[in-house]
């Protein structure tokens, strides 16, 4: 059982950044790859960046690559989302969450699978 809860979100400017935190409890954290994923209004929840196990492998949506990055501290049991080059199309809240399939050794970059979910947090970009 992985219990996550995201903070760090925020209104900020377009072009502006942010640094989204995800704080996970449970022992087997080091052993589950990662995923932020957003949902705006009257949209679906869609993927936005996952990293594995280790770190050492990472995926983004096309939409973010090269302003997101995402990263962990396997020792803090922590995940974070540094978005740069903010727009107004980011606007959405943000949920971290976890991959419960341990043997799987690569981002999933697929909603279906992830099992555990934190509360969100609402990123807000002005124009």
């Known amino acids: 059982q992985v219990k996550l809860v995201e903070s760090g979100g925020g209104l900020v400017q377009a072009g502006g950044s942010l640094r989204l935190t995800c704080a996970a409890s449970g022992r087997t954290f080091s052993s589950n790859a990662m995923g932020w994923f957003r949902q705006a209004p009257g949209k679906e929840r869609e993927f936005v960046a996952a990293i594995n196990q280790s770190g050492g492998r990472t995926a983004y949506a096309d939409s973010v690559k090269g302003r997101f990055t995402v990263s962990r501290d396997n020792a803090k049991n922590m995940v974070y989302l540094r978005m740069n080059s903010l727009k107004p199309e980011d606007t959405a809240v943000y949920y971290c969450?976890?991959?419960?399939?341990?043997?799987?050794?690569?981002?999933?970059?697929?909603?279906?699978?992830?099992?555990?979910w934190g509360q969100g947090t609402q990123v807000t970009v002005s124009s």
């Open positions: 969450s976890a991959d419960p399939r341990t043997w799987v050794l690569v981002p999933r970059t697929e909603l279906a699978g992830y099992e555990y």
